[in-house]
């Protein structure tokens, strides 16, 4: 008699056929250490769970995939186990469980894990090998990690196999595209798209009366929308404290999430982009390509954290120490006049108190690019070099989460039609239409005309107002298909860099350092952590990464 | 008729006939006993202590051993300036929280022990943030110590002050990860030295006082004496335990801002869970441990000079 593999006494486990005893006796005796056990017991957990998030049927999802029947089901028996982070990125996979399962035959189960330990598990399950979970949501920065470990299956030959549900990778707009490949290879699979844009209170800066005092104080008209970072800084000074807010409350200028850990650090990046990055510079932001040494401290880099502290210094001294939603509420409750974050906002401003929100700007919320700078460094020259017109930096800065398939799937196939089915265009679009599942628009067909091929009666269906909606899309449009796309980082120990600079940057602004000594110490904790992964493997995964030659 | 000791009934019992060397049919019987402790201490404690000790030989790369690095990780750890200066914050914060735990906890056990109308109710409820878990008072001083229209600022400025940057501001943001841990641990200091207040003999405490000792007298010169040993064994407990403070770190500041309330454990688990730098999170782990050998080390022997000074006394 053969013995079972562990992935059938899975199985067994979640179907209920075995107790969790006995999937303990009989995993063992097969010789499965402890922690991979742990792990499949973790995934078991979830397995009955109910969907947490039920969509409203009046934005749910059209059905795509036609139900099977006998041997027509492709991967009847076999389970797909999905780990994703317990954030509402996780509601379309709940969504679509009941029609994928009846689709392929194929069981669907959803393993949540908080975010900050979403890819602890999913690196501890492929660095054992155990193959616990087929596939997981990834941020775009993850990537490195995870192809350099030799962790995904590329998905290339699989987007044009007719067993699958169809989705074009060209429907994908150029900055994102790039986020789901790595060195020639596809192993993303579309679905979010994520990219810091610039919000601003519509009703305040269109008020005549308004605007003629900046003007008066200034010495020119408030710019709709601003294009420069020097223009935010007046902007936020000149909105700071004024008694716009609900009730007559004093409004802030600005409102930032710089609290350590809640990824201040995309601030910066997004921020200090245009500074440089620009038509003669277009990757050089992180590393000298050659030596693997940190360019963090360029001029252009000092320039930019300087001038973010000094924007900061408009906003609530309470922001140091928010997260994301603390700063989005902020915004919501029509408490500050500008801030710059992910599509989240944009979708969370039409959520009203009627719809369950907390929205009070629905309808005055407009979105434009990242402001720019009239001047960059080029780190290349090492010179400035001045521009005639605001240089606009596009970025993909975040998680563009999207799904990838581990090497240890056991059903990679069958987690693979899952993804293609989410990837599909009537369901993507819903997705980003309606917002509050965390699916932010980055497709040809998200945008209406003359950017893609979509339709602003998407969004207002799912309850957008209609200048919000057409604002929003046409930022981000610009935002991912901008010729000039901020350098995204996806080497291994991406997060321990990143974190390097998002506790100095809090240092700078906090008044525990000057801006200079901390870029200083983020170049010197850049150097450290090269060194200990080994400089010249990071120097061929940043050159991968890149494209450098 | 002479009394029998437990001792005595013990080696009737279970002990070697007379006269027949110990080691003959004692030995199953005990090992029945020792045994379990015996593969507990194996499996839990030596068993975890080598694989980290391997572990902490290794550089990792993408959640994999990448090579075998001999002292490196060790190394690091008298160079590493980000770790030096987070020992050194951390030994503020042990010496800070733990003292104003005990000398508040046992205030208030001195207050509560004695006959007062509520006192069993009151005792309870001075007990309860013992039994919330670390990470939930965590977020929940988050919530208290929320800088716009949080409670406390709310009651600050109602009183006319101004509101407090509790989480924004490095040092107020000590402060309130501080403020936390003594709201959770002070009801153990309570708890333990009530109980150890209630146990002393108060023949002695009336013979004081009917001597016209004072109150503080009484407290200097004999309450404090005969709780010694208790005080010392709360202040190891709670020394041990401050130095390997995570949760309270995770749910309100993640170290922050900057590194202002970046603690050792937190640092360690940061290191391994989010760095996946398992061999230098591993290396931490032993210098914590040696922090805390060396510390129990010096406690336990002042506890045991304690009590051989009673124990001599008594003779």
Redesign the interface.
């Known amino acids: 008699m053969t013995q079972p593999t562990v992935h059938e006494l899975y199985r067994a486990l979640i179907r209920g056929q075995l107790s969790r005893r006995q999937f303990i006796a009989k995993a063992t005796a097969l010789g499965i250490a402890a922690p991979s056990i742990g792990l499949f017991l973790k995934a078991a957990e979830v397995r009955a769970q109910e969907d947490p998030t039920p969509v409203p049927a009046d934005v749910a999802a059209p059905p795509v995939a036609t139900p099977c029947d006998g041997d027509g089901c492709l991967f009847a028996g076999q389970t797909v186990t999905f780990l994703m982070p317990n954030e509402t990125i996780q509601i379309p996979a709940f969504e679509v469980r009941d029609e994928f399962e009846a689709a392929t035959g194929a069981t669907l189960d959803i393993v949540l894990a908080a975010m ?2 979403t890819l ?1 598990n999913l ?2 399950d ?2 054992n090998e155990t193959g616990a979970y087929d596939a997981s949501i990834i941020g775009a920065w993850w990537l490195g ?2 192809v ?2 030799d ?1 995904l299956i590329p998905v290339d030959d699989w987007i044009t196999d007719e067993r699958f549900p169809q989705w074009s990778l060209d429907s994908v707009l150029p900055g994102l595209k790039n986020l789901m490949q790595y060195d020639g290879q596809t192993y993303a699979i579309a679905y979010d798209g994520d990219g810091q844009a610039f919000y601003y209170r519509r009703d305040l800066f269109t008020d005549p009366d308004i605007s003629a005092e900046f003007e008066a104080e200034y010495g020119y008209p408030i710019p709709d929308p601003p294009e420069l970072w020097d223009q935010v800084v007046d902007l936020a000074a000149f909105f700071n404290g004024r008694p716009l807010g609900p009730d007559g409350d004093p409004i802030s200028g600005i409102t930032m999430h710089l ?4 990824q201040a650090m995309f601030h910066f990046m997004s921020f200090s982009a245009p500074f440089v990055v620009g038509p003669d510079n277009t990757q050089l932001y992180w590393f000298d390509p050659e030596t693997m040494e940190p360019l963090i401290t360029s001029p252009g880099h000092v320039d930019a954290i300087n001038k973010l502290v000094e924007l900061a210094q408009y906003g ?6 928010w997260g994301l939603t603390e700063s989005w509420d ?1 915004f919501l409750g029509g408490n500050a006049a500008m801030s710059y974050t992910w599509g989240d906002l944009g979708a969370l401003a039409q959520e009203t108190p009627e719809r369950g929100g907390k929205s009070q700007v629905k309808g005055v919320t407009k979105t434009a690019q990242i402001p720019g700078t009239m001047r960059y460094y080029n780190i290349a020259a090492g010179e400035y070099v001045d521009t005639e017109a605001p240089n606009i930096v596009g970025n993909t800065i975040g998680g563009s989460w999207a799904p990838v398939i581990s090497k240890f799937a056991g059903a990679p196939e069958a987690a693979y039609y899952l993804m293609a089915l989410m990837a599909t265009e009537p369901k993507s679009m819903a997705y980003a239409a309606r917002g509050f599942d965390g699916v932010d628009p980055g497709r040809t067909f998200h945008f209406p005309p003359p950017n893609g091929t979509g339709d602003i009666a998407a969004y207002v269906n799912a309850g957008w107002d209609e200048q919000d909606a057409l604002d929003y899309t046409d930022a981000y449009f610009k935002l991912f298909s901008n010729p000039l796309q901020f350098p995204y980082l996806r080497i ?2 991406t ?2 860099y990143w ?1 390097a600079l998002d ?2 940057l ?2 700078a ?2 008044g ?2 000057s801006p200079e000594d901390a870029l200083s110490a983020t170049a010197s ?1 850049f150097e450290e952590i090269t060194e ?3 400089r010249d ?1 990071q120097l061929e995964s940043y050159k991968r990464s890149f494209g450098f030659e | 008729m002479s009394e029998t000791t437990l001792t005595e009934t013990v080696a009737r019992d279970f002990g070697p006939p007379p006269g027949k060397p110990s080691r003959q049919k004692g030995d199953g019987t005990k090992w029945f006993f020792v045994g379990p402790a015996i593969i507990w201490i194996l499996l839990f404690t030596l068993f975890p202590l080598l694989y980290a000790m391997r572990t902490s030989f290794y550089a990792f790369r993408s959640g994999k051993m990448l090579r075998w690095v001999e002292f490196d990780n060790y190394r690091n750890l008298f160079s590493d300036e980000a770790l030096i200066a987070n020992l050194q914050r951390t030994i503020i914060y042990v010496i800070v929280v733990v003292a104003v735990e005990m000398v508040l906890g046992f205030l208030l056990a001195l207050l509560f022990n004695r006959q007062m109308r509520g006192v069993s109710s009151l005792r309870t409820i001075m007990v309860l943030p013992l039994f919330a878990s670390p990470i939930a008072l965590g977020y929940l001083g988050k919530t208290i110590f929320y800088e716009i229209d949080g409670p406390v600022n709310r009651a600050i400025e109602a009183l006319g002050g101004n509101a407090v940057p509790w989480l924004s501001n490095p040092t107020w943001a000590f402060v309130a990860i501080m403020v936390v841990d003594i709201w959770q641990w002070t009801p153990f200091v309570f708890l333990v030295s009530l109980a150890g207040l209630q146990g002393l003999p108060q023949d002695i405490t009336e013979a004081a006082e009917v001597d016209g000792a004072s109150a503080f007298q009484r407290l200097r010169s004999i309450t404090l004496p005969l709780m010694a040993p208790i005080l010392w064994l709360i202040l190891l407990l709670r020394t041990i335990d401050a130095f390997k403070v995570v949760d309270i770190v995770i749910s309100m500041t993640l170290g922050g801002p900057g590194r202002a309330t970046e603690l050792y454990g937190f640092y360690i688990f940061r290191t391994a869970r989010r760095f996946f730098n398992y061999g230098a999170a591993a290396a931490q782990g032993y210098l914590l441990l040696f922090i805390v050998m060396v510390l129990v080390s010096l406690l336990w022997s002042r506890i045991k000079n304690l009590y051989d000074t009673d124990e001599a006394e008594a003779r």
């Open positions: 900050n330990d602890p690196l501890q492929m660095a990690e995870l350099e470990g962790y609290a350590v850990g809640q609530p001294e309470a922001m140091m120490a902020y291994p120990g997060f321990e974190l506790t100095h809090s240092e602004m906090t525990q350092s904790d200990r992964f080994g493997l």
